[in-house]
Nanobody
């Protein structure tokens, strides 16, 4: 059974930093894409950043230059380093992975970790 466990969320002041981690377990296939999404109160879930198994990255415009996504394939873990945090970064952050299977790609989601940016 595939399980994603996120950690690293919390309360931080504007301008501060946090590092999110998402560890995947129960996987016996290659992980293609690993990514982070977020959902703020009253808003739709949006892509923050993702990274494929070639380590090519993609970022939302609002986080470019402030956030860095990385992955450790040996640990099936994806990270999100968040710097220069702003109040508008406040949201629940979700990890998503896409696994390559014979029938086709399959997505899995974590349960989310809350990031609050406030003074």
């Amino acid at each position: 059974q595939v399980q994603l466990v996120e950690s690293g969320g919390g309360l931080v002041q504007p301008g501060g930093s946090l590092r999110l981690s998402c560890a995947a377990s129960g996987i016996d296939s290659s992980i293609n894409v690993m990514g982070w999404y977020r959902q703020a109160p009253g808003k739709q879930r949006e892509l923050v950043a993702n990274i494929n198994n070639g380590k090519n990255t993609n970022y939302a415009h609002s986080v470019k230059g402030r956030f860095t996504i990385s992955r450790d394939n040996a640990k099936n873990t994806v990270y999100l380093q968040m710097n220069s945090l702003k109040p508008e970064d406040t949201a629940v952050y979700y990890c998503r992975i896409t696994i390559v299977t014979t029938p086709g790609p399959v997505d899995y989601w974590g349960k989310g970790t809350l990031v609050t940016v406030s003074s």
